[in-house]
């Protein structure tokens, strides 16, 4: 009989029949509270009214409308409302199924952009599984094992990884930019350099948020060599870190966008933006797929935009990030095994850690365990599979996320 590869893993042994907004229900109506959004794609909550009446509505309308060969209604009102909230000068757009498919776009975009062949990425980043993606990707070597020979002409520079470097903010900063620049004078230089490729808060490698002075530092070289800044926001994108984009938090715009996970409430659909000038660089017939901005994706992703405006949902996610983030250190006080507490938004991780600061994955994965038992749905992220994160729909409430505090406090309790 077929069955599933037995490498997939799942985090949860939870086998859905339904769901709608936080909850989602087993085949014998057992309740979970959903604290993982599909790993941050049920924007909206699951199933929400008016995202599955658009979707309704399209599917007997036109399902797919192969952009290649006829345009359609629904992508195009979506580049519409997405020229309101993406920044304006990027509003050139290319549709694509994946975050990892966006990803691989704006690979080929920058070098064909600039003529150069190579890239920077950020040490603990996660960019996809695909070749191109995963030469990108280095928020745990598992993504990489086994892999290789992995795409050429990736060089990795550090993250400001503060707790990680047992450091304070601005000296991790400092000590990534020394060594971009160290990068850029010994391993690629600049007039071979495409493009920097970072997300502005690590989501696989631990939920950190980069800051201010290192997006400026990051922008400052870009002018001065003439290299891109391609900013991966397929995680913080639409509302997650309590901005409409996670580098609204930072101030410093990048040149391509990539998006994906938030903006459907869960079908595959991602793209990437970019001015006009840069996507006018690219060659002809370069950008194209059999499913990319599929109708009925496009009418959900339309219905997603506008839910998120109708019911602010880019200020719910900052003030119940704010009463999530000082929950969650409150048990991280009182428990002794978390270290750091970190995030933006919705947004949160907590990294477990033992009396000497070390990445301490077993009680980490017995509190993810202890929780979900306890019906509260969560995941692990971080290179050692050590930070427990958070990211529920944006439409989650003061109560839910009192009921998941009480949970993770037994199950943190539990996992000592
Ligand atoms: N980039 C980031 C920041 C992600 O979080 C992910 C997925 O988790 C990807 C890219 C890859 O997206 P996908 O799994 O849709 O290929």
């Keep these: 009989m077929a069955h599933l590869s037995p490498l997939l893993k799942q985090a949860t042994p939870v086998l859905v029949d339904h769901a709608d907004g936080l909850n989602v229900y087993d085949e014998q109506g057992r309740r979970y509270l959903d604290f993982t959004a599909g790993v941050g794609v049920t924007s909206t909550g699951h199933c929400h009214p008016r995202v599955v009446a658009a979707i309704n509505?399209?599917?007997?309308?036109?399902?797919?409308g192969q952009y290649l060969t006829v345009m359609h209604r629904p992508l195009l009102t979506l580049c519409e409302r997405l020229g309101n909230v993406l920044p304006p000068e990027?509003?050139?757009?290319?549709?694509?199924?994946?975050?990892?498919?966006a990803m691989e776009a704006s690979l080929r975009l920058v070098?064909?952009?600039?003529?150069?062949?190579?890239?920077?990425?950020?040490?603990?980043?996660?960019?996809?599984?695909?070749?191109?993606?995963?030469?990108m990707t280095t928020s745990s070597a598992r993504f990489r094992s086994g892999y290789s020979p992995l795409m050429g002409g990736v060089h990795i520079a550090p993250f400001p990884y503060a707790y990680r470097y047992g450091w304070d903010e601005p000296?991790?900063?400092?000590?990534?930019?020394?060594?971009?620049?160290?990068?850029l004078a010994t391993a690629t230089a600049p007039q071979d350099t495409a493009a920097l490729v970072l997300e502005p808060m690590l989501g696989e490698g631990g939920f950190v948020p980069a800051n201010r002075i290192f997006l400026e530092g990051l922008r400052e070289r870009a002018e001065?060599?003439?290299m891109l800044i391609v900013m991966d926001e397929v995680h913080t994108g639409f509302g997650r870190t309590g901005q409409f984009w996670g580098h609204d938090?930072?101030?410093?715009?990048p040149d391509i966008l990539v998006a994906a996970k938030g903006l459907t409430s869960g079908f595959p659909l991602s793209f990437i933006a970019a001015s006009d000038e840069v996507m006018g660089k690219a060659w002809p017939g370069s950008q194209g797929g059999t499913y990319g901005g599929n109708a009925v994706a496009c009418a959900a992703a339309v219905a997603t935009l506008d839910v998120i405006k109708d019911e602010n949902l880019v200020d719910n996610a900052a003030v119940m990030g704010r009463r999530l983030i000082d929950g969650a250190r409150t048990v991280a006080r009182d428990s002794g095994i978390i270290g750091d507490v970190r995030g933006l938004g919705l947004m949160i991780g907590s990294e477990f850690t033992d009396p000497d600061g070390e990445p301490d994955p077993a009680r980490a994965q017995r509190a993810q365990q202890e929780a979900v038992e306890r019906g509260l749905l969560l995941q692990i992220c971080g290179a050692w599979r050590n930070v427990v994160r958070m990211i529920p729909a944006l439409t989650v409430d003061a109560s839910q996320i009192d009921e998941a505090l009480t949970i993770w406090t037994e199950a943190v309790r539990s996992a000592k």
């Design 90 to 101: 990027l509003q050139s757009l290319f549709f694509t199924n994946s975050g990892s498919e």
């Design 249 to 253: 938090h930072f101030g410093v715009q």
């Design 57 to 64: 509505e399209q599917a007997t309308k036109l399902i797919h």
């Design 224 to 226: 001065q060599h003439g």
């Design 111 to 135: 070098r064909h952009a600039t003529g150069r062949p190579n890239i920077i990425t950020f040490h603990g980043g996660f960019h996809g599984r695909t070749v191109g993606a995963a030469s």
């Design 171 to 183: 000296t991790a900063t400092k000590f990534a930019l020394r060594e971009l620049d160290y990068l």
